[in-house]
């Protein structure tokens, strides 16, 4: 296979840009450790842990000269992507080790509703919306994700107020059900990312499918992921993101590291 040297080829551009700060790196990560909120599943359904950590030594007769730990941790806690095998439409579908590493790097669309979702915890995004974006920006990009910032990472460090459970249900924005049908069967995305703890909204159980983001977005084969942070600092368009969970065998779903590229300045 024939090489292109570093200087002449695409990526040097992009070197001397992230030297130069003309190009910046935004993490779009949570901060993972044991407050990390959540998922709170009502009975008979079972939740999944949040972070535990098992000390193996620490500079001690264990260890002398390193310290470690083993974890226990559900696949789907703090920020963390969905592969289709997470539902029951996907479930013959891609685990987390077979998604192809293409579609895990990718420009991003961000829309903005974070006013909509501080006036109403309930908002639900529409597909007029989305079109209202492409009418301004442009059309979706093919291969890429559509991240919705609805300010709710600001809550991420209260578990009460992030879940924001009242009457027994979870109030949070998320995507309406024919919103969530065309994203996964008429749009080019292959993902959708949220702030909130799942790609629903809080109301969606009661939708039609059930988890229409869920529901469909896997079992078209498409991607999620949640509890993103600092999409306030990505333009609406121009940013590339770059999703890296574990590739973990049989995994529905995994802990994951989110970065964005952004133009600098």
Not at 69 to 89: K, Y
Not at 229 to 235: F, I, S, T, V
Request: charged share 20%; proline share 10%; net charge negative.
């Amino acid at each position: 296979m024939s090489s292109t040297p570093l200087s002449t080829s695409p990526l040097a551009g992009l070197i001397d840009a992230l030297g130069s700060g003309a190009v910046r790196v935004v993490d779009l990560t949570q901060p993972l450790s044991e407050r990390t909120p959540i998922l709170q599943l009502p009975e008979p359904f079972v939740n999944a842990p949040g972070l535990t950590r098992h000390e193996i030594s620490k500079f001690d007769d264990r260890g002398p000269a390193w310290a470690w730990s083993w974890l226990e941790i559900g696949e789907h806690v703090g920020t963390h992507f969905d592969a289709p095998i997470h539902w029951i439409t996907g479930r013959d579908g891609e685990d987390v080790a077979s998604v192809p590493p293409g579609r895990l790097v990718g420009p991003a669309v961000v829309i903005d509703k974070s006013a909509e979702a501080s006036a109403d915890p309930d908002y639900l995004l529409t597909v007029d919306d989305v079109r209202a974006l492409e009418a301004e920006h442009g059309p979706l990009p093919q291969g890429g994700w559509l991240l919705l910032r609805t300010g709710w990472d600001a809550r991420a460090g209260d578990q009460e107020a992030f879940l924001n459970v009242e009457h027994g249900r979870s109030r949070t924005p998320g995507p309406d059900a024919e919103c969530a049908r065309w994203l996964a069967q008429e749009s080019p995305i292959v993902g959708f990312g949220v702030e909130t703890v799942g790609t629903d909204a809080g109301s969606a159980a009661a939708f039609d499918p059930p988890f229409p983001a869920h529901s469909h977005l896997l079992g078209a084969g498409k991607y999620g992921i949640t509890q993103l942070a600092n999409l306030a600092q990505l333009p609406p368009t121009g940013a590339i993101v770059v999703v890296a969970p574990l590739r973990l065998v049989d995994g529905t779903g995994s802990p994951a590291r989110v970065l964005a590229l952004v133009p600098g300045g």
